[in-house]
């Protein structure tokens, strides 16, 4: 979340060819952490633990969870749908395990999703349909 936000890999490209695009990067291009929304799909172990420290980051944090969430950490908003975490979150972060059903995350879901937002797959393969 943090590479993305302050674009690390891109700076790094342009620093290694010796280029610098101080308007590209520099006057807090950067939008920070604090304040956003984080959209946590899949609510087990490991989401909840990127709950915590996106709290620690100042971030809002809503889940959703196939088996539904239940005892979530103070301050975790739940959502019924995929549709409405799309809708509302500045960073989607997947953590689910695939299914035989076929993939969870499509363009439908992509569609929906705020248009900077940033999208973190930590899913196995099969999760979204790419």
Same mark, same amino acid.
């Given at each position: 979340?943090?590479?993305?936000? #302050?674009?690390? +890999?891109?700076?790094?490209?342009?620093?290694?060819?010796? @280029?610098?695009?101080? =308007? @590209?990067?520099?006057?807090?291009?950067?939008?920070?952490? &604090? =304040?956003?929304?984080?959209?946590?799909?899949?609510?087990?172990?490991? $989401?909840? #633990?990127?709950?915590?420290?996106?709290?620690?980051?100042?971030?809002?944090? +809503?889940?959703?969870?196939? /088996? $539904?969430?239940?005892?979530?950490?103070?301050?975790?908003?739940? +959502? %019924? @749908?995929?549709?409405?975490? %799309? %809708?509302?979150?500045?960073?989607?972060?997947?953590? @689910?395990?695939?299914? /035989? /059903? =076929?993939?969870?995350?499509?363009?439908?879901?992509?569609?929906?999703? &705020?248009?900077?937002?940033?999208?973190?797959?930590?899913?196995?393969?099969? +999760?979204?349909?790419?």
């Amino acid at each position: 979340m943090l590479a993305c936000d #302050r674009r690390i +890999v891109a700076q790094d490209k342009m620093l290694k060819k010796a @280029t610098w695009a101080k =308007g @590209t990067f520099g006057d807090g291009r950067a939008k920070g952490l &604090k =304040g956003r929304v984080l959209g946590i799909i899949g609510f087990g172990r490991i $989401g909840r #633990r990127v709950a915590i420290l996106a709290q620690a980051f100042g971030m809002h944090v +809503v889940a959703w969870s196939r /088996s $539904g969430v239940e005892n979530a950490p103070a301050g975790v908003g739940l +959502v %019924a @749908t995929l549709h409405a975490l %799309a %809708a509302q979150c500045d960073v989607v972060s997947v953590h @689910t395990a695939p299914d /035989s /059903s =076929g993939p969870l995350l499509g363009d439908e879901f992509f569609s929906e999703m &705020k248009r900077n937002a940033i999208f973190i797959n930590i899913a196995r393969e099969g +999760v979204v349909d790419e």
